[in-house]
């Protein structure tokens, strides 16, 4: 699939992924296109993108793959590996990205691979997933994680998120369905991260030693950064801190 995207700035690649419910407005506040030729998509069933089944995550990133090599074809943006970056569900697709696709770089922003501890949470939820209760469940896990983000900020995000059941049930139907060793095994083929390909997670919710030493079995080479503002978005808490911090990165 062909995503509805935006194309701006110049120099090397860089690819922004969205959380999940959002779409790539969500990134306004960080401008990378000073260093950077920034592609911004709306994944598959969110924003201005076509809703079609699948949602698992490698089709969502053979989606960005494929977008990408329209717009070279195109001539509208550089033949080569790309940086990628994804917030949230978007830290998911851009880190199976790393593992399926020639990559520069990725970074991941706030959000964890080790899905356990998520599988159960959605589980113990799952009757309001599939029923009338969705938006709601949808609207609580959101207010609980936004933390330092200010309320101007807030009210913005909020303002873009869409929530569709079809599409988040599609897209969590391994925490929903597959048992914890399936789950196990798909996060390791999503994670497997070729140690050329450097690796950066910036969270401002701490996972805790136990993930942060997972994750470092996961992908040895990974560069692991908690910001000390607590917030599910800390690339919107300090938009120019994280700019500056993924041009050090990366170039």
């Not at 000073?34 to 809703?51: C, M």
């Amino acid at each position: 699939m062909i995503l509805a995207h935006d194309v701006s700035g110049s120099g090397p690649l860089l690819i922004l992924l969205h959380g999940i419910t959002e779409d790539r407005r969500s990134w306004d506040p960080v401008d990378l296109s000073d260093g950077f030729t920034v592609v911004r998509v709306d994944i598959r069933g969110h924003g201005e993108s076509d809703a079609a089944e699948p949602y698992d995550i490698p089709t969502l990133a053979t989606d960005i793959h494929d977008t990408v090599v329209h717009l070279v074809a195109g001539n509208a943006i550089p033949d080569e590996p790309p940086v990628v970056v994804g917030h949230s569900m978007g830290g998911i697709v851009a880190t199976a990205y790393g593992a399926l696709f020639p990559a520069r770089a990725v970074v991941n922003v706030d959000q964890p691979l080790h899905l356990a501890g998520m599988q159960q949470q959605v589980q113990q939820a799952e009757g309001m997933l599939r029923g009338e209760a969705f938006p709601l469940f949808i609207q609580g896990m959101f207010a609980q994680m936004v933390g330092a983000l200010d309320a101007d900020e807030v009210a913005r995000v909020d303002g873009i998120r869409s929530p569709r059941q079809d599409v988040v049930l599609g897209m969590w139907r391994p925490l929903l369905e597959d048992s914890p060793e399936q789950l196990s095994r798909l996060v390791s083929e999503l994670s497997a991260v070729s140690d050329d390909v450097p690796y950066l997670v910036v969270t401002g919710l701490d996972a805790g030693p136990e993930y942060a030493a997972w994750l470092q079995q996961q992908i040895p080479h990974t560069v692991y950064e908690v910001w000390e503002t607590p917030t599910h978005y800390p690339h919107l808490v300090d938009p120019e801190r994280f700019v500056a911090r993924v041009k050090e990165f990366v170039l």
